[in-house]
């Protein structure tokens, strides 16, 4: 499981925790999404997309009144159907000189977005094994295959990487 925990200001406009959470995650905020709180859609109106109630600019944070431990959730790009359980911990005074939103822990590298939802995701993970990945590492850094300098070869070798740190997440690069 991979998680984040963020700080954010409970004056912030609903428009900034997507916006947030497409940061923590490494995501580049391309595809459709919207929160599920309390059996009411929220979201940012986009062209050619359904439509919501209420101005994601003009509803603060703070208008939900979150108990310790509630959750909802929060659903993008609707054709890979990635759902983020959001939990509310507690609500903490403003520290005036703070920056926020500020993310402060978390767990593992986020699934990368488009990689085909959380099956594909796994499938994926199993299918990038250390074994399977250092055998073809091994053959892409063949004297003779270096010599051709293949471009194919850099893109795997950079997908290589993303799975070789699948488990680590690096909390002062999504600051």
């Not at 850099?154 to 690096?170: H, I, K, P, Q, S």
């Amino acid at each position: 499981m991979m998680w984040r925990r963020l700080w954010m200001r409970s004056d912030s406009p609903m428009a900034d925790l997507p916006h947030s959470l497409q940061i923590v995650m490494n995501w580049a905020d391309s595809h459709l999404h919207h929160f599920l709180i309390g059996g009411k859609r929220y979201g940012l109106e986009r062209s050619g997309a359904f439509g919501f109630r209420d101005d994601a600019f003009q509803v603060r944070l703070d208008r939900f009144d979150f108990r310790p431990k509630e959750k909802f959730s929060y659903t993008s790009n609707y054709y890979d159907e990635w759902q983020l359980e959001i939990r509310f911990e507690e609500r903490l005074p403003l520290e005036v000189k703070k920056s926020y939103p500020v993310c402060i822990a978390g767990k593992r590298a986020a699934p990368p977005e488009d990689c085909g939802g959380p099956w594909r995701f796994m499938a994926l993970k199993q299918q990038y094994s250390l074994w399977d990945m250092g055998e073809r590492l091994l053959e892409i850094l063949d004297d003779e295959n270096l010599a051709q300098n293949r471009e194919d070869d850099v893109g795997e070798v950079n997908t290589y990487l993303y799975w070789l740190n699948a488990d680590r997440f690096d909390r002062g690069g999504v600051n």
